[in-house]
């Protein structure tokens, strides 16, 4: 099983007034229960959240009152079957959800629609960022959500507090929890991107201030992880403009109100991601530049000391020659040599900083 959604547990509520009850309705043959992967959440005008069974799900979705979230987390294929049939899920809807897609997609039906995402989780821990991608399938239909994913979410606390904080679910439709999923899930994006953000300008310093092979290194692995974060965020952008197209299947008011600005902070998201992208390649092209300037600085130290020491070499060569001249028999010699080396020094000096090469 490939396929992914997402879906969250609050605490458990006292059963509401006209809520159906949380257990089956007597002689079902449905076993499957909480522990075996199957959680639930129904959401009823103006009384508080509770879980549901099985059994009950046709019955409250066909209630304009309720508002059913089902979640799977790596459900058995036996298991999605039954919750696949208990909510008439489109057969083609249901092959979506058990297939790896690959890609954020949106696929509509008759009666329900399918939306394909990817939450993405960062262990900075190591060395080497390690990424964790996990694909999350939705099919919202007629007053219920149906979720899956085929691993935890990294999302899926934030979830559960604001599907828990909002008492109007019950009064709106699977569109607008399917938002706060999508919502959630680019916010999960955002704070990864704060972490990446502060990882480039951590490293931007270091570059400056220990330059070396392993800041290099750093350089490249930074490179790598936004280019992947980049290639998993990228398709959800057209991916989640089919919502606000005009022949979305989100109810037109949702479109405006939500999905809109949902389409709008994905398109931050990328601009921060390419900013952050370009940072690290200004930083690499400065760290280039800075490894360039101290070698220029060592190589112009080596060039001045071979000007400086370069005609004293010629001189005490000449006058180490063993051939023999009455001009070597005088000592004054070898102090009139002396005095000419430094001399000599004294004049390259100051014709390098005339120069301003000093």
Known sequence: MAGGATAAVVGKGDRAPGVPSAEPAGGSGVTATLSEGVRTRLYHIDHAPCDAHLANWPSLCQDDENLLWVDLSAPEDALLDEVVALLSVDPRAARIVRSTNGRPV?????????????????????????????????????????????????????????TAANPLLGRLDSSYLLYVLLDTLVADYSREFEEVEDEVEQLEERLLREPGRAALDDVMVMKRH?????????PHRQAFSALVAPDSPVPAPQVETYFRDLVQHLDTLSERLEHARDTVTGSYNLYISNISHRTNQELRVLTFLSAVLLPMTVITGVFGTNFKMAEYEFFEGFYAMLIGMGLLTIGLLSYFRWRKWL
């Open 106 to 162: 949106v696929r509509t039906f008759r009666d329900h629609y399918a939306v394909t995402a990817y939450s993405v989780d960062v262990d900075e821990t190591g060395q080497i960022p390690r990424m964790t991608v996990t694909e999350i399938t939705a099919v919202a239909g007629r007053n219920y959500l149906l979720t899956v994913h085929n691993r935890p979410l990294p999302f899926l606390q934030e979830l559960e507090e604001r």
């Open 226 to 234: 936004i280019h992947t974060v980049r290639r998993i965020l990228g």
